[in-house]
C-alpha cells in the first residue's frame, strides 16, 4: 500500500489540483448571485464535457510513451508526443468553434436567455484556456512516464 500511494499520489495530486480550478471558480462566482452561478456552471460544463476532456485522447500517450521507454526506444516518445500534439490541438479547433458560439447553442437547446448569453459570454472568455490546456495534457503523460517505471 506504501508502494501504491508513492506512486500514485503525485498522480491523485495533479488530478486533483486539475479540478481545482473550476471547483475554486464556482466557489468565488456563487458568492455573486444566482445567475452568475447558473451561469458559471453551465458554461464550465458545457468546456469540461467538450474541450477540456481531451485528457481522455492524451491518455493514449501513457500505454505508448511507457511501451517506448520500457523498450529503450527514447526516439519514440518524442514522436508520439509529436503526433499526439498535432492530433489534439487540430481537434480543439472545432471545440474553441462551439464555445465561441456557446450562447446561440444554448438558445436552440432552449435555455433560459439569460443564462445562455451570460454562459456563452464566460466560454467565450475561456477559449485561450484550451490551447493551454492541450500542451499540459502531453507534457504530463511524456514527463510522468519514466517516474512511474522506475
Not at 454562459?119 to 504530463?140: D, E, M, R
Amino acid at each position: 500500500m506504501k508502494r501504491l500511494l508513492r506512486r500514485a499520489g503525485p498522480m491523485i495530486a495533479s488530478c486533483f489540483l486539475q479540478n481545482a480550478v473550476n471547483i475554486m471558480s464556482l466557489m468565488f462566482v456563487g458568492h455573486l448571485g444566482k445567475l452568475n452561478l447558473a451561469r458559471a456552471s453551465l458554461a464550465i460544463s458545457i468546456t469540461s464535457v467538450t474541450g477540456l476532456n481531451i485528457t481522455g485522447m492524451a491518455t493514449a500517450l501513457d500505454t505508448l510513451c511507457g511501451q517506448a521507454f520500457g523498450a529503450r526506444q527514447y526516439h519514440l516518445m518524442g514522436v508520439y508526443k509529436q503526433c499526439a500534439m498535432l492530433v489534439i490541438g487540430l481537434t480543439c479547433v472545432p471545440f474553441a468553434f462551439v464555445w465561441a458560439y456557446a450562447g446561440q447553442i444554448l438558445l436552440l437547446l432552449r435555455q433560459d436567455r439569460a443564462v445562455a448569453a451570460e454562459a456563452g459570454a464566460y466560454a467565450h472568455w475561456l477559449i485561450p484556456s484550451i490551447f493551454v490546456y492541450v500542451p499540459l495534457q502531453y507534457h504530463i503523460r511524456f514527463l510522468v512516464i519514466p517516474v512511474h517505471i522506475s
